[in-house]
T-cell receptor
Framework: AQSVTQPDIHITVSEGASLELRCNYSYGATPYLFWYVQSPGQGLQLLLKYFSGDTLVQGIKGFEAEFKRSQSSFNLRKPSVHWSDAAEYFCAVGPSGTYKYIFGTGTRLKVLA | DVKVTQSSRYLVKRTGEKVFLECVQDMDHENMFWYRQDPGLGLRLIYFSYDVKMKEKGDIPEGYSVSREKKERFSLILESASTNQTSMYLC?????????????FGPGTRLTVT
């Protein structure tokens, strides 16, 4: 069955530290992969997406993610976290041919001043 | 910029009431979606629509119905609200086609059923 796993429910980092949020997926074909961010009281905003090509993708707000087929992973990274990055982050898979997305359960990021 | 708006940010209803959640998008997107978001469960698809008057059930359609009479508007209906429908409801839209799978989300409606 298709699934997306975000193993970390909560992560706390200090401002200026690096960040990596983990995402693992289970899917038979090449997936379409997304990272979304949800600030408190807001809807989800797309950070970045991977469809094909270069496995390192750049997104908005200084985020990047790397697709690793051998590990079925699509981890999100940021070299230096800002206090405004505190939010919940969702990884999602959207297979071709259907409209159905599968979302992970989210990782809530806390940033210490 | 794509804009997806939802009629209410917060809503409090009583058990048994009929509840309408409205969603409007302004970018002529073919696809529209309703999700429910609960802590620890992520986003779960209730219904989606790929055209006017067309709809398909998602993962958790029980207790919900939808209406899409115009391309820009997608309504979620709780025929008889129950306390287990207390949740955050998110609407999203997207273009049709493989190259446009990204979804654009509204701000959400936090519904409380008492």
């Amino acid at each position: 069955a298709q699934s997306v796993t975000q193993p970390d429910i909560h992560i706390t980092v200090s401002e200026g530290a690096s960040l990596e949020l983990r995402c693992n997926y289970s899917y038979g074909a090449t997936p379409y992969l997304f990272w979304y961010v949800q600030s408190p009281g807001q809807g989800l905003q797309l950070l970045l997406k991977y469809f094909s090509g270069d496995t390192l993708v750049q997104g908005i707000k200084g985020f990047e993610a790397e697709f690793k087929r051998s590990q079925s992973s699509f981890n999100l990274r940021k070299p230096s976290v800002h206090w405004s990055d505190a939010a919940e982050y969702f990884c999602a898979v959207g297979p071709s041919g259907t409209y159905k997305y599968i979302f992970g359960t989210g990782t809530r990021l806390k940033v210490l001043a | 910029d794509v804009k997806v708006t939802q009629s209410s940010r917060y809503l409090v209803k009583r058990t048994g009431e009929k509840v309408f959640l409205e969603c409007v998008q302004d970018m002529d997107h073919e696809n529209m979606f309703w999700y429910r978001q609960d802590p620890g469960l992520g986003l779960r698809l209730i219904y989606f629509s790929y055209d006017v008057k067309m709809k398909e059930k998602g993962d958790i359609p029980e207790g919900y119905s939808v209406s899409r009479e115009k391309k820009e508007r997608f309504s979620l209906i709780l025929e008889s609200a129950s306390t287990n429908q207390t949740s955050m409801y998110l609407c999203a839209s997207s273009l049709m086609g493989q190259s446009s799978y990204e979804q654009y989300f509204g701000p959400g409606t936090r519904l409380t059923v008492t």
